[in-house]
């Protein structure tokens, strides 16, 4: 009696491509924060006004200011990508058939039950867009140090300059980049 090795190792890839579509699933969700340090030749309050205003413009509102430490909390909510959600559904919806398929194949006696599992598709955009619909803080701080020129070969020594650190997602941060004249620092 030989043994196929066909139907187990498909059902073993079947079973790792849902494994995997599940971590993909999940990780639309997290949370993407990162620290960005800056620096231009703006004096402060020029500086502190552009950044505001740039995130003012991207729907966020100032939640708390602490001038004795130069830092502002600014606050917006994240709206869920209506793309993504579809694009989650498609592929949770190819997942799902492809198990079904395999089953199906696996335990003819079944019939065509496993397909039902289609049924939990929806699952994949509603958990997507329940967990990426959320409130999202910026913080900017200014930094103390002023002319570390040390840094940058892109200023002259006889210039001052701001020094701006922001945390926020990484989206943000980079259309911050492309919207403003602010050089990022890579971190060492």
């Not at 913080?139 to 300059?161: F, K």
């Amino acid at each position: 009696m030989t043994f196929d090795f066909a139907l187990p190792s498909a059902f073993g890839l079947t079973f790792l491509l849902f494994i995997g579509l599940g971590f993909f699933i999940r990780a639309s969700t997290k949370d993407r924060i990162e620290t960005a340090t800056y620096i231009t030749d703006l004096d402060d309050v020029a500086l502190l006004e552009k950044v505001q205003n740039h995130f003012t413009t991207r729907a966020y509102r100032v939640a708390q200011v602490e001038p004795d430490l130069g830092r502002m909390s600014l606050q917006g909510m994240v709206k869920a990508s209506v793309f993504l959600a579809v694009f989650l559904g498609l592929l949770a919806g190819i997942g799902f058939f492809c198990l079904a398929l395999v089953l199906t194949i696996a335990f003819p006696n079944w019939g065509y039950a496993p397909y039902g599992l289609l049924l939990a598709t929806p699952i994949a955009p509603w958990f997507y867009w329940k967990g990426a619909t959320r409130p999202e803080t910026v913080t900017i701080q200014l930094d103390a140090g002023e002319n570390e020129l040390s840094t940058l070969d892109a200023l002259s020594e006889d210039e001052a300059s701001s020094k701006l650190l922001v945390s926020a997602h990484r989206d943000e941060l980079f259309a911050l980049e492309a919207q403003t004249a602010l050089k990022r620092i890579e971190a060492e």
